[in-house]
């Protein structure tokens, strides 16, 4: 059974920092696609970064220039730093790994206010 644990979120001031952390049991990141998702409240669950197993990445627009996806093959852990947060980002994190999709984690509370 896979397990995908989120991590690292909290409180933040807007143009404050969080690295994310998403360590998994029952699959390997390292022979996988990953991505994070986000879901605020009243919203739909969103992509926000995803990185293919050749290393490709793509980040939403609104994410662009401030997230960064990246893999550590040898803890089998995947991380979100993101920078320079805005109040939009306020959302719950998700990872996730394809193909095989588990299911969502509890997912790791990020809110940016003042």
């Known amino acids: 059974q896979v397990q995908l644990v989120e991590s690292g979120g909290g409180l933040v001031q807007p143009g404050g920092s969080l690295r994310l952390s998403c360590a998994a049991s029952?699959?390997?990141?390292?022979?996988?696609?990953v991505g994070w998702y986000r879901q605020a409240p009243g919203k739909q669950r969103e992509l926000v970064a995803r990185k293919s197993i050749a290393g490709i990445t793509n980040y939403a627009e609104s994410v662009k220039g401030r997230f960064t996806i990246a893999k550590d093959n040898a803890k089998n852990t995947i991380y979100l730093q993101m920078t320079a947060l805005k109040p939009e980002d306020t959302a719950v994190y998700y990872c996730n790994t394809y193909p095989a999709r588990p299911e969502w984690g509890q997912g790791t509370q990020v809110t940016v206010s003042s």
């Open positions: 029952g699959i390997a990141f390292s022979a996988n696609a």
